[in-house]
């Protein structure tokens, strides 16, 4: 139970930190509505790479060499 809610929270991380990033951008730089959006997708993509590593499916780049 607890990897699972390490692996949802990994996730969850991902896109909210991205999503806040992005609307600080729009903010800053009255661009909105695509920072969120471009920085929700990135913080989406990284929080799936983060969830895929805590799970051991994808190997770390110092195991690979």
Known sequence: MA????LSSELVA???GGA???WGFDRLL???PWGLIVLS???FIAGVINVMR???VMAKQSERL
């Not at 990897?3 to 390490?6: E, K, T, V």
């Open 41 to 43: 997708l990135v913080g």
């Open 3 to 6: 990897l699972g809610f390490r």
């Open 30 to 32: 009255s661009t909105s």
């Open 20 to 22: 806040a990033l992005g």
């Open 54 to 56: 805590a799970a051991g």
């Open 14 to 16: 991902g896109v909210l």
